[in-house]
């Protein structure tokens, strides 16, 4: 396989980072945490108008059809500007598990709108520190009622539609759910990322619907895509970690030299930029995998999650080493990848889980071949 992007994919990355390199500024990322803002209105209206919402869900429901690669382009974009938009929530997660275990008239009710981006969805699969995906869902759907608590979800206060991992006779399902009713209590909580807004959603006989082609293979299938995603994401804000210090220390002086001439801020450089190029072949492969060989996604999948999560973690730490005690000002730019790399480590589950499936998918693969 080629690990590089078609003529047609560089072109919609190109398009993608011209748009929000006019939309999603880094003066704009402030003015939306000193305002207490959720979300970028302007910026999810010019994304819409551009129709990257709508990139893979199927045309037939008012989306572009492309691929999980070509999906991953946007969300590296995305990352490299940390915009302040649903688009994980709502077209990764949310969207997908309804293309994949909604029935057809849920799919013809719900995709067009999520494609438009007229609807917005919540994904709600975390239930704090004991509910993360490796144990049962402790939220119960019964009689098309739904009881339990989600948290953290992201993107919940501005979205009038979930779906929701739940229990529904002793199996694994999606539900989907109206925030807008009685029986629903959102309370924001206090999150890290100031870009990225994180609710709890109470359900107290809230009323739901299951995705009917909702099983626990259909719900780690729907994972194993928002970890790939989730990893173009990382991609892109380890790649723009990177530039971000080059730039810095090639312009910063010490003893009548430029900072970035010095051996070990070469060395620190060259090392996240090689950590971020892996991760970048780990993403590429799991969404290739994606849609051409599935029963390799999960292994791949895991890796790309854990991979990427690794880049961004060098690369947003040595960031801010390299630029100092200035660093950690909010003037600088280092602390919007800071705090988007520690909310992308618990996005998913944390990465003990995705060792553990890398390494029992790894094992299940080396039985079969024996």
């Known amino acids: 396989m080629n690990f590089d992007l078609s003529e047609e994919q560089k072109l919609l990355a190109e398009q993608a980072r011209g748009l929000l390199a006019a939309h999603?500024?880094?003066?704009?990322?402030?003015?939306?945490?000193?305002?207490?803002?959720?979300?970028?209105?302007?910026?999810?209206?010019?994304?819409?108008?551009m129709g990257l919402p709508g990139?893979?869900?199927?045309?037939?429901?008012g989306g572009l059809g492309l691929t999980d690669l070509d999906l991953g382009v946007i969300s590296e974009e995305l990352g490299r500007v940390n915009a302040s938009v649903p688009f994980f929530s709502s077209i990764v997660c949310a969207a997908d598990a309804i293309a994949a275990a909604g029935s057809e008239a849920q799919k013809l009710n719900w995709l067009p709108g999520l494609a438009s981006g007229e609807v917005v969805a919540a994904f709600?699969?975390?239930?704090?520190?004991?509910?993360?995906?490796?144990?049962?869902?402790?939220?119960?759907?019964?009689?098309?009622?739904?009881?339990g608590a989600k948290l953290p979800v992201a993107d919940a206060g501005l979205a009038s539609l979930a779906v929701v991992q739940c229990r529904a006779e002793d199996?694994?399902?999606?539900?989907?759910?109206?925030?807008d009713?009685?029986?629903?209590?959102?309370?924001?909580?206090?999150?890290?990322?100031q870009l990225r807004a994180h609710y709890r959603i109470d359900f107290n006989e809230a009323t739901a619907e299951l995705?009917?082609?909702?099983?626990?293979?259909?719900?780690?299938a729907v994972m194993d895509r928002a970890a790939v995603q989730a990893a173009f994401e990382a991609v892109g804000a380890a790649e723009a970690c990177v530039m971000m210090g080059r730039d810095y220390?090639?312009?910063?002086?010490?003893?009548?030299?430029?900072?970035?001439?010095y051996q070990a801020i070469k060395h620190k450089l060259a090392d996240i930029l090689m950590a971020t190029e892996l991760a970048r072949s780990s993403a590429y492969f799991a969404a290739w995998a994606a849609n051409e060989a599935p029963d390799q996604l999960p292994v791949a999948a895991a890796s790309a999650r854990l991979t990427s999560l690794d880049a961004l973690a060098a690369a947003?730490?040595?960031?801010?080493?390299?630029?100092?005690?200035?660093?950690?000002?909010?003037?600088?730019n280092c602390h919007f990848y800071y705090r988007r790399e520690r909310t992308l480590a618990l996005t998913l589950g944390p990465k003990d889980y995705w060792a553990a499936r890398l390494v029992g998918g790894v094992r299940a693969q080396a039985n079969k071949a024996a």
Request: aromatic residues 10%.
């Open 316 to 332: 947003a730490r040595e960031n801010l080493q390299v630029h100092g005690g200035i660093g950690y000002t909010f003037e600088a």
């Open 55 to 61: 990139a893979r869900i199927p045309e037939a429901y």
């Open 181 to 193: 009713q009685p029986g629903v209590v959102r309370t924001r909580l206090k999150s890290f990322d």
């Open 211 to 220: 995705l009917p082609a909702g099983n626990a293979s259909v719900i780690s």
């Open 249 to 261: 220390t090639m312009g910063r002086q010490m003893f009548g030299r430029p900072l970035a001439s």
């Open 24 to 49: 999603a500024p880094y003066d704009r990322l402030r003015e939306l945490v000193d305002s207490g803002a959720e979300w970028d209105e302007a910026l999810w209206k010019a994304l819409c108008d």
């Open 124 to 147: 709600a699969s975390a239930e704090g520190k004991a509910g993360w995906l490796p144990q049962k869902p402790g939220v119960i759907f019964r009689n098309g009622r739904l009881t």
């Open 171 to 179: 199996r694994e399902a999606f539900a989907l759910v109206h925030l």
